[in-house]
């Protein structure tokens, strides 16, 4: 997975819009989140270190611009 790429995601959707992943791929099978472990806000951004289903941690990134989601860093263990 290379930083920055466009990712799929499918995202809890609060009464504030895409609130929080549920579960991402990269052009692979999908990686459901076990965890949200921690969520920051930039102007223009939401981004989420988040621990997946295969135990690594990933950063994602969601654009207030267009709504896109892409992988910022990962997978750490």
Known sequence: M???MRIDVESYAGYKGDERPLRFRAGG???HVVDV???WYSPGAAWF?????????????RSE???SWTLERG???
């Open 49 to 61: 270190r988040v621990r997946a289903g295969d135990g690594c941690r990933y950063v994602l990134k």
């Open 37 to 39: 472990i921690e969520q």
């Open 65 to 67: 611009h267009d709504g």
């Open 75 to 77: 997978p750490d263990q």
């Open 29 to 31: 099978p999908w990686l």
């Open 2 to 4: 290379t930083p920055g």
